[in-house]
T-cell receptor, first 112, second 114 residues
Framework: AQSVTQPDIHITVSEGASLELRCNYS??????LFWYVQSPGQGLQLLLK??????LVQGIKGFEAEFKRSQSSFNLRKPSVHWSDAAEYFC??????????FGTGTKLQVIP | EADIYQTPRYLVIGTGKKITLECSQT?????MYWYQQDPGMELHLIHY???????EKGDLSSESTVSRIRTEHFPLTLESARPSHTSQYLC?????????????FGSGTRLTVV
């Protein structure tokens, strides 16, 4: 069965600092991988997705993620965090027409 | 600008009441989904639809039901609400290519049953 692990429940970074959110997945074939962001009281918004090609994927809001098959990871990164990036981030895995499985999320707090 | 709309945003209702959570999308997406979200937990798929007159139960057992009479509309109904139904309900849709393109989510309905 497919699964997603986000080991960090909560992360705090200073504004302007770099950010890396971890995601590990379990999937029997080539996965489709996603990162979503959820602001308080809102639904989820797609940040970026990977399903083939270049393993470094660029997304919206200055985010990027790198697919590492050998480590079953798809970590999200941003070189310089802004206060508006404070939100909850969800990693997800799926494949073709398989249903998507979401992780439990990482809450990001940004301090001035 | 939201292309998928959920109403109401917040709902407080008494035990035993029947409720319907509305979800509509304007993108012409064939596939629609309902997720249940609790704090600190992963999103759980409770219902999905791959087109008109097609509905399936998801991974998480739910006492709710859904219908898909029109492409754009995917309401979720609880016949008799209980406190255990208190949660956030998220509706999503996806277009051609299924899950490859990612989902578009609504803003959610936060349900409290007292």
């Amino acid at each position: 069965a497919q699964s997603v692990t986000q080991p960090d429940i909560h992360i705090t970074v200073s504004e302007g600092a770099s950010l890396e959110l971890r995601c590990n997945y379990s999937y029997g074939a080539t996965p489709y991988l996603f990162w979503y962001v959820q602001s308080p009281g809102q639904g989820l918004q797609l940040l970026l997705k990977y399903f083939s090609g270049d393993t470094l994927v660029q997304g919206i809001k200055g985010f990027e993620a790198e697919f590492k098959r050998s480590q079953s990871s798809f970590n999200l990164r941003k070189p310089s965090v802004h206060w508006s990036d404070a939100a909850e981030y969800f990693c997800a895995v799926g494949g073709g027409y398989q249903k998507v499985t979401f992780g439990t999320g990482t809450k990001l707090q940004v301090i001035p | 600008e939201a292309d998928i709309y959920q109403t109401p945003r917040y709902l407080v209702i008494g035990t035993g009441k029947k409720i319907t959570l509305e979800c509509s999308q304007t993108m012409g997406h064939d596939k629609m989904y309902w997720y249940q979200q609790d704090p600190g937990m992963e999103l759980h798929l409770i219902h999905y639809s791959y087109g008109v007159n097609s509905t399936e139960k998801g991974d998480l057992s739910s006492e709710s039901t859904v219908s898909r009479i029109r492409t754009e509309h995917f309401p979720l109904t609880l016949e008799s609400a209980r406190p255990s139904h208190t949660s956030q309900y998220l509706c999503a849709s996806s277009g051609l290519g299924g899950q490859v393109g990612g989902y578009t989510f609504g803003s959610g309905t936060r349900l409290t049953v007292v």
